[in-house]
């Protein structure tokens, strides 16, 4: 199957997740209770449009000091900031699962990740972890994760590009994943083309209700013509 254009793709951020998730229910049924995020998420600009991108996948702890020895770390430190920048093809987005068994007593989001995240290219970024720096992390990064926190503690990367699982939402390197502050989803790319006319639909089938709805003379017979009549669009 061949990968979805960039304009495929940019379309997506038309909509909020919410809605890709609707649209989903249409072209993926099968998808309807699995690939999104399912727990509160902390987003640090709520006011940030919707973002979507590649996934690159690390994991990192943070309760417990590194085990391995510096040079290492450092190694591995940089091999993950060229993974990012060059593991795959791009507009990319970062997701982090913390393996704490306390996810967030350290943060690896904040300043100085957050700007060279998004200078070498990563959208946003999705995480079980926390993060801080609120006023000072990059502008216009989308990040959502699980709590906010004041120390990095002992944070260290355990390894980057495998399968990750971030609030219920598991994410394999180079899966597609629309995010916003309600929080991110996993989006087939078969299904990236299809979810345009999906959601097209459902909006025509919300409108109907909508407009009842918000009419002075609404009733409950008013309502029942009007799911009555969104079921017959199609």
Known sequence: MHSPTAKALALLTKWDTPTICNGLEIVCPER?????????????????????????????????????????????????????????????????????????????WGEVNTTIHKGLGA???????????????????????????????????????????????????????????HGAVVVPAHAVAELPAAIDLISRREAEILNAAKADDFSIDKLRAAMASAGEIH
């Open 123 to 181: 959208a946003g970024a999705v995480t079980n972890g926390s993060i801080r720096d609120l006023q000072d992390s990059a502008r216009g990064f989308q990040l959502l994760a699980g709590c906010v926190g004041p120390s990095h503690a002992h944070v260290h990367l355990v390894d980057f590009a495998g399968d990750v699982t971030v609030h219920n939402m598991s994410v394999s390197h180079g899966d597609i994943v629309h995010a916003d502050c």
């Open 32 to 108: 309807r209770a699995t690939g999104f995020t399912t727990l509160p998420m902390v987003s640090l600009d709520p006011s940030l449009p919707p973002v979507i991108g590649y996934a690159r996948t690390a994991r990192i702890r943070a309760a417990a000091p590194n085990t391995a020895d510096e040079a290492s770390a450092r190694t591995l430190r940089m091999d993950y900031y060229e993974y990012v920048a060059n593991g795959g093809p791009t507009p990319s987005i970062v997701v982090i699962e913390d393996l704490d068994a306390s996810p967030g007593f350290g943060a690896f």
